[in-house]
């Protein structure tokens, strides 16, 4: 691939194809409203840190698109992490190093780790900024310091989801 060719995302048909196959409520704790605040933040925070932006507004619509249940699905991130990368060339075009970043993000996003990679440690900042959603504040330890600083707005935005159901 020409490094100055630009890189493809359709994002529109992407979304489409996650939520067509999507097997838990779109609106339930881990569906669009939850991809919305990940991707906002993996932007906001990405910004600042240098994350690469195509891999953290992917993580966010893809990082729980295999879960079979809203509770303890220990496997939703092998099966996402698979599914990322069956649509590579599909509707994004990440090279190799992106597509092992995305990969390595999504399938391991639950394990409360944190990374060295500023794209790695971006996707999972912006999934556990949203933590509120389900009652829990998020610790900075396991966010970056371009994280840490927005999870007093970010807790307060997610918990908006529970008052709202």
């Not at 490094?3 to 529109?12: E, Q, V």
């Not at 932007?43 to 303890?72: C, M, P, W, Y």
């Not at 807790?155 to 008052?163: A, D, G, N, P, Q």
Request: some cysteine; aromatic content about 10%; glycine content about 6%.
């Amino acid at each position: 691939m020409n490094s100055m060719a630009p890189i493809l995302f359709d994002r529109k048909g992407l979304l489409a194809e996650v939520m067509s196959q999507f097997r838990i409520s779109i609106s339930g704790y881990h569906g669009t409203n939850h991809w919305t605040r990940v991707r906002h933040h993996a932007l906001t925070i990405a910004k600042e840190s240098g994350a690469d932006l195509l891999v953290v507004e992917l993580f966010a619509f893809l990082h729980d698109s295999q879960r079979i249940n809203e509770n303890e699905d220990r496997m939703h991130g092998e099966r996402a992490a698979e599914y990322a990368e069956s649509l590579n060339q599909i509707y994004f075009d990440l090279p190799d190093s992106g597509l092992d970043k995305l990969v390595h993000a999504i399938r391991f996003h639950s394990y409360g780790h944190v990374h060295e990679c500023v794209t790695i440690q971006t996707c999972w900042d912006s999934d556990r900024l949203d933590l509120g959603r389900v009652g829990i504040k998020p610790n900075e330890k396991y966010l970056s310091p371009f994280a840490a600083k927005h999870i007093d707005a970010a807790y307060e935005w997610s918990k908006l989801k529970r008052i709202n159901d």
